[in-house]
């Protein structure tokens, strides 16, 4: 019986990243986070959890060697698989990078980064897709393909023995386009379950579908499976976790956009029966959500990550989500049961099956040996037989975490309310009388005053306030610009209308535009320009390597 055994905060607060387990650690590389800056390169960040303490660390950035660009830039979307003693990271976007096809490697024992040397058909540039390993091999399938705009369902085989990527010419009906979906392998077939597609080909035309049937593509063969259909089936859904345990494929969370819904629910396929069957875990386990990471570490399944619905808001879809810092622990081992639920367990499955799951759970699956007894004296008959109250250590402790006490300023708290812009403005408004007042009163001090220092601190101050003033202005036509786009995109919604989200790159060329023509009609386009140009200018100069004499 599976139980959430173990609830932990303040781990990294990630989105769409990419982890593996090594060991009893769990080694996370990049994603994304809510307010941090995605647009400055930086280098990708590892942050390694240790499943025995239950703490995380993060591994220091790694200087530049003689190669520029061994080590990969901060991203999300990717894909990370352990081969032996290398994680091997592909795949993946950044805001200003696009996305990127540089495979790279990660030595779990030096914590050094290196790009291999690959040949042969190299896959193109995208993210969202998925990545597992069989043997030496990393087969890559599906992905939003950045060069050609459009959804993708081939099936790209890395061979790390000799770093040759291959094209395999899939046989039979192959899967249907898609993205953030989930492949794992089991034996030597892959199982791919969801992901976005969209209804009328490989092109994104807003018609978005979630499959929530199985497909099976089997590497020996190189063949899609035809698959029976299934009487029970989880309802479709994107960016959810997979894993593979004891021959059974699980999944949980994700996101379908068409019903507007994030998920937390668990569901188990079996391979052997073709059927899928709905878990229900003991214990509290995690929200609802999206684009979380989960690995294997023993008989535990370590979930981290991912991002979900802020509760202040009604909608929860594209709007206001709320990045997660959190990392949930479940427990397949019996160990983790209370006696209660391991006497409910019997009744319900029975005294054979149970013991057989028992000794399932045993170390090398070996029966306990019994305790050696030892013969009781004629002074021991009539003395009370002594049990012991040890239990075996679990392998993964459960560590309450102490929050440390902070001094509380009651101004600036949960409990002094929610911050509103609009109620405070209208609260505050009183203000800007004060301030127009000032400016006058600075304005006439200036008239009066002689050239000299008081002058020119009354000049500074004026210049102050009047930038304050802009900035002001400015920071409302924004607010109040973002305010008409979300009206827009909910009344849509409120029409059966599926709204468009802009993007950050569709949004900072609006805001471009925008500044244009403010600049054409103010007639400072040109001065504008040439100072954009001297600054470019000297950018290039420091970067051009000096001149030898």
């Not at 002074?379 to 239990?391: C, D, F, N, V």
């Amino acid at each position: 019986m599976l139980r959430w055994t173990v609830h932990l905060e303040g781990g990294p607060r990630r989105v769409n990243h990419a982890a593996v387990s090594v060991g009893h650690r769990v080694y996370s590389f990049g994603g994304y986070c809510s307010g941090e800056d995605y647009e400055t390169l930086r280098q990708i960040d590892v942050h390694v959890f240790n499943a025995v303490s239950l703490r995380w660390t993060k591994l220091p950035p790694m200087r530049a060697g003689g190669q520029a660009g061994e080590v990969p830039y901060m991203r999300y979307g990717h894909s990370a698989v352990l081969i032996d003693d290398t994680v091997y990271l592909w795949g993946g976007r950044n805001d200003t990078e696009g996305a990127c096809n540089v495979l790279y490697g990660f030595d779990i024992n030096t914590h050094k980064w290196f790009t291999p040397k690959v040949s042969g058909t190299v896959p193109g540039a995208r993210d969202g897709h998925s990545a597992c390993v069989l043997g030496k091999n990393m087969y890559v399938f599906g992905g939003y393909e950045q060069l050609a705009d459009c959804f993708s369902n081939d099936i790209h085989k890395l061979d790390t023995s000799s770093m040759t990527w291959t094209l395999i010419s899939a046989k039979g009906t192959p899967a249907r386009w898609r993205d953030f979906h989930s492949a794992t392998m089991l034996g030597s077939r892959m199982y791919v379950f969801g992901g976005r597609a969209d209804r009328f080909g490989p092109f994104h035309s807003n018609n978005e579908i979630y499959c929530n049937r199985i497909r099976i593509f089997d590497t020996r063969a190189e063949a899609w499976l035809e698959c029976p259909p299934t009487p029970l089936l989880p309802e479709g859904r994107r960016s959810h976790s997979a894993f593979g345990y004891n021959g059974e494929l699980y999944i949980f969370g994700g996101y379908n956009a068409r019903l507007n819904r994030h998920f937390h629910d668990l569901w188990k396929f079996n391979p052997v029966s073709f059927s899928w069957k709905k878990i229900e875990p003991k214990g509290k386990g995690p929200c609802p959500r999206r684009r979380q990471c989960c690995c294997i570490v023993g008989d535990k399944i370590v979930l981290f990550g991912g991002t979900s619905p802020s509760p202040e808001e009604g909608l929860g879809d594209e709007f206001d989500l709320m990045d997660h810092s959190d990392l949930h622990i479940l427990d397949f081992n019996l160990a983790a049961m209370s006696f209660e639920e391991l006497l409910e367990l019997q009744s319900r499955v029975g005294t054979k099956m149970y013991r057989q799951l028992v000794a399932e759970t045993r170390p090398e699956h070996q029966p306990r040996k019994a305790a050696p007894t030892r013969d009781r004296g004629p002074a021991e008959k009539q003395r009370p037989l002594e049990m012991s109250s040890k239990t075996r250590v679990p392998f993964l402790r459960q560590v309450v975490p102490v929050r440390k006490k902070v001094a509380r300023d009651p101004r600036f708290d949960d409990l002094s309310g929610e911050y509103n812009p609009e109620v405070f403005e209208k609260t505050y408004r009183f203000l800007n009388e004060y301030r127009a007042k000032e400016k006058e009163l600075v304005a006439k001090h200036l008239k009066k005053s002689k050239p000299g220092e008081e002058q020119e601190k009354l000049k500074q101050l004026l210049f102050r306030m009047d930038q304050q003033e802009a900035a002001q202005q400015e920071k409302k036509r924004q607010q109040e610009q973002r305010l008409a786009l979300k009206q827009e995109q909910r009344a849509q919604a409120r029409q059966g209308h599926r709204p468009y989200f802009l993007k950050k790159s569709e949004q900072r060329q609006l805001a471009l535009a925008e500044k244009y023509k403010k600049l054409k009609r103010s007639q400072k386009l040109e001065s504008f320009l040439s100072r954009k140009r001297r600054r470019n200018a000297g950018k290039d100069r420091r970067r051009l390597p000096l001149g030898k004499d």
